[in-house]
């Protein structure tokens, strides 16, 4: 009785109810049921969704309500709940009166196990039953026996976890769907084989339980009238058919997609004779198609799916044999091969191919195809795609309404096919080179095409439209061409209802069609990269009102940014960067309500900062660089949730104070090559999301702020060619991969002493410190050490003195180390493993002793990066450490180092210099005696003279006791 109570409760609490009538009303005992219904509801949360209009008598114009023909009695009822629902139980007697019901939905309705059989014993006419999306367990299992009549019962997306038990008398069942539950024991063998002989389709998807369960297909055999097995993402322990495939002789539709096979299956499959529909996406199926036998024996194969597998190889030609397949999907594997020779071009029954992302040969002129009258959708982009060397004057039988070719290769001229082709909706043939100009005739022959896609295809010439307007035609790109000329001036009238135009990276001159205003349905439109000239046309802000995306960047346009008049309250990116616009910026931007992006950098714009910028809530980007704004910035003049704020290469000063006090969102701030002046905020260390500071280029001055180490996120800060002072903060970090600020645009950097541009990805990867520059005194922190995957430190042109720390050679991923123009001293650390590092620098210092070992990447290094350090020797520099004649001054921290070490001095070889010295300066009196007997007589005199002389000193000055008499 509890379960059926649930039933009916849930039966009130409908938020939609589905369903149709055809009687001219019903029976008064229904109609009181279903006011009964309604007057037991009774839960305010439910009031507002309760839709069953009871105010009127004509119960069967209630929705969801399907009265019988005949008897006017209701034969069908659907209640669906909300989402948001809590669970509940409720009375099931209240179906005692819908005696003739045949379909039961009481999906989604959050209904609990607490459900008797009481009430719903009436109900012996009801074939269909939808119970999915619940919360029901195995206990609602035996209370299903009460349906003797049940053909179709739908459990998916509830909780049952041991299997189906008490089906034995649901005879004549045909239908069964339990997916999406959590069985983690043996299903199939619970199942009564022997009296549930009906069923013809069984859903067991998304059942992978805790990954131990076992479905023991191989019993599924028993079901002679099975049909329809569905199996989508199951993880069952030794995989799907581990044991073997099942003797399914009458089984038509087979759906393993996402699910594991083993090597064999694509042999064993001929099993299944009868199978019309195979589907085996995404199954880790690897190796090649067996060249005889299994796939190729099922000759009723209508559609097959083996996408997003390891699949290899060519296709074997036994596939001649899958006569009657009309769809073959075979993408996103590694097959190869040309198809001319492949057996596709037999396949006469097929409607749709797909071959994208393998490594096929595909001629552009598709002549392979030719005789597939029946060929509608083709997909073939992400192969090699080749120029036919002699194509025969024949005309293909098919008539396409998709193509995909887009890949990479050389095309040779336009493919002449397509003359013959007047069903084209969609066309995409990107990155293919080929020589023409715009195939304008193609949007004239096909009425129906809507989508038409030629980038990157080195098509030239000037730009021409077919002569009459086509409304269904909405996306045309052919950008990235060599397209000279001017837009065509009638473009707007030709593609009126075009939602999407990209012509970007041509050669187009000329000025912006007024036209363009006609396209009421344009929402994207790409003239970037071109040479345009003149102004924006006041038509094409003002018509285009769908318009979320104008780009307009790098061409030579000029005038205001923005008409006065402009009420685009659907653009949501504005770029109009790299042109000539001068003035300020228009007020009439602020009602662009739903503006994200804002770029207008790199023009000749120049004023004040507007404040007004920060009532445009939704912008999350912000680029003003390389202009010419100046004065102070206001304060809080940008939006709270702002991303990434660019005012860089401007004549912006003053202090930086409140301007960007409270933007926690804050990603990139780049403020660089301005004259701010004062100290860096101590709010800055509130930007907790921050991950690229560039306030390089400025005047700023005062200590770097201990905030800065509060900030997790940081990627690279440049602070380089300012006027701090201090020390460098120790407890800076940088994080080795950050998910925040991508950057969508292109940051300046210098590294490797080379002014360089980052942008998107390749800026995530970019880890830097920069300081050079500035006045920072003090030593260089040994934390600096453990920034481990940092590219590029740069601390150049202080004042910072000490020894560098042995802790940089744990910089193992540093590709620029500057240390130059500085007051350290000691020896240079053992650096060798920094085997990344291309640019090295410590000139300029007072650093003593060897050199770093010429090996690795210092073998690379010159003079220039040890200059200026008297007392380095050692190659590359010429002077060598066995020729030093002058000592250094050492400080206390000096000696300490250099009693480690050895000091200065090599001892080894101040030990062979001297003992060589010695032998020398003897050598060399011997010699002299031996030639000059004057001097032999007189070095013999002056020898006698020094002993005499030595006596007598000896006996006047020894005590009186120790001489002898």
Same mark, same amino acid.
């Given at each position: 009785?509890?379960?059926?109570?649930?039933?009916?409760?849930?039966?009130?609490?409908?938020?939609l109810?589905?369903?149709?009538?055809?009687?001219?009303?019903?029976?008064?005992?229904?109609?009181?049921?279903?006011?009964?219904?309604r007057?037991?509801?009774?839960?305010?949360?439910?009031?507002?969704?309760?839709?069953w209009?009871l105010?009127?008598?004509?119960?069967c114009?209630?929705?969801?309500?399907?009265?019988?023909?005949?008897t006017?009695r209701?034969?069908?009822?659907?209640?669906?709940?909300?989402?948001?629902?809590?669970?509940?139980c409720?009375?099931?007697?209240?179906?005692?009166?819908?005696?003739?019901?045949?379909?039961?939905?009481?999906?989604?309705?959050?209904?609990?196990?607490?459900?008797?059989?009481?009430g719903?014993?009436?109900?012996?006419?009801?074939?269909?039953?939808?119970?999915?999306?619940?919360?029901?367990?195995?206990?609602?299992?035996?209370f299903?026996?009460?349906?003797?009549?049940?053909?179709?019962?739908n459990?998916?997306?509830n909780?049952?976890?041991?299997?189906?038990?008490?089906?034995?008398?649901?005879?004549?069942?045909?239908?069964?769907?339990?997916?999406?539950?959590?069985?983690?024991?043996?299903?199939i063998?619970?199942?009564?084989?022997?009296?549930?002989r009906?069923?013809?389709s069984?859903?067991?998807?998304?059942?992978?339980?805790?990954?131990?369960?076992?479905?023991?297909?191989e019993?599924?055999?028993?079901?002679?009238?099975?049909?329809?097995?569905?199996?989508?993402?199951?993880?069952?322990?030794?995989?799907?058919f581990?044991?073997?495939l099942?003797?399914?002789?009458?089984?038509e539709?087979?759906?393993?997609?996402?699910?594991t096979?083993?090597?064999?299956?694509?042999?064993?499959?001929?099993?299944?004779?009868?199978?019309?529909i195979?589907?085996?996406?995404?199954?880790?199926?690897?190796g090649?198609?067996?060249?005889?036998?299994?796939?190729?024996?099922l000759?009723?194969?209508?559609?097959?799916?083996?996408?997003?597998?390891?699949?290899?190889?060519?296709?074997?030609?036994?596939?001649?044999?899958?006569?009657?397949?009309?769809?073959l999907?075979?993408s996103?594997?590694?097959f190869?091969g040309?198809?001319?020779?492949?057996p596709?071009?037999?396949?006469?029954?097929m409607?749709?191919?797909h071959?994208s992302?393998?490594l096929?040969q595909?001629?552009?002129?598709l002549l392979?195809?030719?005789?597939?009258s029946?060929?509608?959708r083709?997909?073939?982009?992400?192969?090699?795609?080749?120029?036919?060397?002699?194509v025969?004057?024949l005309?293909?039988?098919?008539?396409?309404?998709?193509?995909a070719?887009s890949?990479?290769?050389?095309?040779?001229?336009?493919?002449?096919?397509?003359?013959?082709q007047?069903?084209?909706?969609y066309v995409?043939?990107?990155?293919?080179?080929?020589?023409?100009?715009?195939?304008?005739w193609?949007?004239?022959?096909?009425?129906?095409?809507?989508?038409?896609?030629?980038?990157?295809?080195?098509l030239?010439?000037?730009?021409?439209?077919?002569?009459?307007s086509?409304?269904?035609?909405?996306?045309?790109?052919?950008?990235?061409n060599?397209?000279?000329?001017?837009?065509?001036?009638?473009?707007?009238?030709?593609?009126?209802?075009?939602?999407?135009?990209?012509l970007?990276?041509?050669?187009?001159?000329?000025?912006?069609?007024?036209s363009?205003?006609?396209?009421?349905?344009?929402?994207?439109?790409?003239?970037?990269?071109?040479?345009l000239?003149?102004?924006?046309?006041?038509?094409?802000?003002v018509g285009?009102?769908?318009?979320y995306?104008?780009?307009?960047?790098?061409?030579?346009?000029?005038?205001?940014?923005?008409?006065?008049?402009?009420?685009?309250?659907?653009?949501?990116?504005?770029?109009?960067?790299?042109?000539?616009?001068?003035?300020s910026?228009?007020?009439?931007?602020?009602?662009?309500?739903?503006?994200?992006?804002?770029?207008?950098?790199?023009?000749?714009l120049?004023?004040?900062?507007?404040?007004?910028?920060?009532n445009?809530?939704s912008?999350?980007?912000?680029d003003?660089?390389?202009?010419?704004?100046?004065?102070?910035?206001?304060?809080?003049?940008?939006?709270?949730?702002?991303?990434?704020?660019?005012?860089s290469?401007?004549?912006l000063?003053?202090?930086?104070?409140?301007?960007?006090?409270?933007?926690?969102?804050?990603?990139?701030?780049?403020?660089s090559?301005?004259?701010f002046?004062?100290?860096?905020?101590?709010?800055?260390?509130?930007f907790?999301e921050?991950?690229?500071l560039?306030?390089a280029?400025?005047? %700023?001055e &005062?200590? +770097? @702020?201990?905030?800065?180490?509060n900030?997790? *996120?940081?990627?690279?800060? =440049? !602070? #380089?060619? /300012? $006027?701090?002072?201090?020390?460098?903060?120790?407890?800076?970090?940088?994080?080795?991969?950050?998910?925040?600020g991508?950057?969508?645009?292109?940051?300046?950097?210098?590294?490797?002493?080379?002014?360089?541009?980052?942008?998107?990805?390749?800026?995530?990867?970019?880890?830097?410190?920069?300081?050079s520059?500035?006045?920072?005194?003090?030593?260089i922190?040994?934390?600096?050490g453990?920034?481990?995957?940092?590219l590029?430190?740069?601390?150049?042109?202080n004042? %910072?003195? &000490?020894? +560098? @720390?042995?802790?940089?050679?744990?910089?193992k *991923?540093?590709?620029?180390l =500057? !240390? #130059?123009? /500085? $007051?350290?001293?000691?020896?240079?650390?053992?650096?060798?493993?920094?085997?990344?590092?291309?640019?090295?620098?410590?000139?300029?210092?007072?650093?003593?002793?060897?050199?770093?070992?010429?090996?690795a990447?210092f073998?690379?290094f010159?003079?220039?990066?040890?200059?200026?350090?008297?007392?380095?020797?050692?190659?590359?520099?010429?002077?060598?450490c066995?020729?030093?004649?002058?000592?250094?001054?050492?400080?206390?921290?000096?000696?300490?180092y250099?009693k480690k070490? &050895?000091?200065?001095v090599?001892?080894?070889?101040?030990?062979?210099?001297?003992?060589?010295?010695?032998?020398?300066?003897l050598?060399t009196?011997?010699?002299?005696?031996?030639?000059?007997?004057?001097?032999?007589?007189?070095?013999?005199?002056?020898?006698?003279l020094?002993?005499?002389?030595?006596?007598?000193f000896?006996?006047?000055n020894?005590?009186?006791?120790?001489?002898c008499y």
């Amino acid at each position: 009785m509890r379960l059926i109570k649930q039933l009916l409760v849930a039966l009130v609490i409908v938020s939609l109810l589905e369903g149709w009538w055809s009687c001219d009303g019903c029976l008064e005992n229904e109609r009181n049921a279903l006011l009964q219904l309604r007057a037991s509801f009774n839960h305010p949360q439910r009031i507002s969704l309760f839709s069953w209009g009871l105010h009127t008598d004509d119960c069967c114009k209630w929705k969801n309500i399907h009265c019988s023909s005949t008897t006017g009695r209701v034969s069908k009822l659907s209640i669906r709940g909300d989402y948001s629902a809590v669970e509940w139980c409720f009375n099931a007697s209240l179906f005692l009166s819908f005696q003739e019901m045949t379909s039961l939905s009481l999906r989604n309705n959050h209904i609990i196990d607490c459900v008797e059989n009481e009430g719903l014993s009436g109900l012996e006419n009801l074939e269909f039953l939808d119970l999915s999306s619940n919360n029901f367990s195995d206990s609602i299992i035996p209370f299903l026996r009460i349906f003797p009549s049940l053909k179709s019962l739908n459990l998916a997306d509830n909780r049952l976890e041991s299997g189906i038990q008490g089906l034995s008398g649901l005879e004549n069942l045909e239908f069964l769907d339990l997916s999406f539950n959590n069985f983690n024991k043996s299903i199939i063998p619970l199942l009564n084989i022997k009296i549930i002989r009906n069923l013809s389709s069984l859903f067991l998807d998304d059942n992978n339980g805790d990954g131990r369960s076992s479905i023991q297909l191989e019993l599924l055999g028993a079901y002679p009238f099975l049909k329809t097995l569905s199996l989508i993402d199951n993880s069952f322990k030794g995989g799907i058919f581990a044991q073997g495939l099942p003797n399914f002789k009458n089984l038509e539709h087979l759906d393993l997609r996402l699910s594991t096979l083993h090597n064999n299956f694509l042999k064993d499959i001929e099993k299944m004779p009868s199978l019309k529909i195979l589907l085996l996406s995404a199954c880790q199926l690897n190796g090649t198609i067996p060249a005889a036998k299994g796939l190729c024996e099922l000759k009723h194969l209508q559609k097959l799916d083996m996408s997003y597998n390891d699949l290899s190889g060519t296709l074997p030609l036994c596939l001649v044999n899958l006569t009657s397949l009309q769809l073959l999907d075979l993408s996103s594997n590694h097959f190869i091969g040309n198809i001319s020779l492949s057996p596709l071009g037999t396949l006469t029954s097929m409607h749709t191919l797909h071959l994208s992302r393998n490594l096929f040969q595909i001629p552009i002129s598709l002549l392979p195809f030719f005789n597939l009258s029946k060929l509608k959708r083709l997909d073939c982009y992400e192969n090699e795609i080749y120029a036919d060397i002699d194509v025969p004057t024949l005309t293909p039988k098919f008539q396409l309404r998709t193509l995909a070719l887009s890949g990479q290769g050389d095309g040779g001229v336009f493919p002449k096919f397509f003359y013959y082709q007047h069903k084209l909706e969609y066309v995409d043939m990107s990155n293919i080179k080929m020589k023409g100009e715009f195939p304008h005739w193609l949007i004239r022959n096909n009425t129906k095409l809507y989508t038409l896609h030629l980038p990157n295809c080195s098509l030239s010439g000037p730009l021409q439209l077919p002569i009459h307007s086509h409304l269904y035609f909405s996306d045309l790109d052919i950008s990235d061409n060599y397209f000279n000329g001017s837009i065509p001036t009638e473009i707007g009238v030709c593609f009126l209802g075009l939602n999407s135009l990209d012509l970007s990276g041509n050669g187009l001159t000329g000025g912006i069609p007024s036209s363009f205003g006609k396209m009421s349905q344009l929402t994207e439109l790409d003239l970037s990269n071109n040479h345009l000239s003149g102004i924006i046309p006041q038509e094409l802000i003002v018509g285009c009102s769908s318009l979320y995306e104008l780009i307009l960047s790098n061409n030579s346009l000029h005038g205001q940014i923005f008409p006065k008049q402009a009420n685009c309250k659907e653009l949501i990116r504005l770029l109009l960067d790299g042109n000539q616009f001068t003035g300020s910026i228009p007020y009439s931007i602020i009602n662009c309500t739903r503006l994200e992006v804002l770029d207008v950098s790199d023009n000749h714009l120049f004023g004040v900062i507007p404040s007004w910028i920060r009532n445009i809530t939704s912008l999350y980007i912000l680029d003003l660089s390389v202009n010419n704004f100046f004065g102070n910035l206001p304060s809080s003049f940008v939006p709270p949730m702002i991303n990434e704020v660019y005012l860089s290469k401007n004549w912006l000063q003053g202090p930086l104070t409140n301007a960007f006090y409270g933007c926690s969102e804050l990603t990139i701030l780049d403020l660089s090559h301005n004259y701010f002046t004062k100290r860096i905020p101590e709010w800055i260390g509130n930007f907790s999301e921050l991950t690229y500071l560039l306030l390089a280029y400025n005047n %700023l001055e &005062g200590e +770097i @702020p201990i905030q800065l180490c509060n900030l997790i *996120q940081l990627n690279l800060v =440049d !602070l #380089s060619n /300012n $006027n701090l002072s201090g020390p460098v903060p120790p407890c800076i970090s940088l994080r080795s991969y950050s998910d925040y600020g991508i950057g969508s645009q292109p940051l300046e950097v210098t590294t490797k002493n080379a002014l360089r541009y980052f942008q998107g990805r390749i800026l995530r990867l970019m880890l830097g410190l920069d300081l050079s520059c500035n006045n920072l005194t003090g030593e260089i922190p040994v934390e600096i050490g453990n920034l481990d995957k940092i590219l590029l430190l740069n601390l150049s042109h202080n004042k %910072l003195t &000490g020894l +560098i @720390p042995q802790s940089f050679s744990n910089l193992k *991923q540093i590709e620029s180390l =500057d !240390l #130059s123009y /500085n $007051n350290l001293n000691g020896k240079i650390p053992q650096l060798t493993q920094l085997y990344f590092l291309a640019v090295f620098s410590v000139a300029h210092n007072n650093l003593s002793g060897r050199t770093p070992e010429m090996v690795a990447q210092f073998a690379t290094f010159e003079n220039s990066s040890y200059e200026g350090n008297p007392f380095l020797c050692g190659p590359p520099l010429s002077k060598s450490c066995f020729s030093s004649s002058i000592m250094p001054r050492f400080s206390e921290e000096d000696k300490k180092y250099h009693k480690k070490d &050895g000091g200065f001095v090599d001892i080894d070889a101040f030990h062979v210099s001297f003992l060589i010295s010695y032998a020398i300066v003897l050598l060399t009196i011997a010699a002299v005696l031996y030639i000059n007997p004057y001097w032999r007589r007189a070095w013999f005199y002056m020898i006698e003279l020094s002993l005499t002389n030595l006596y007598y000193f000896l006996v006047d000055n020894i005590p009186f006791v120790f001489r002898c008499y």
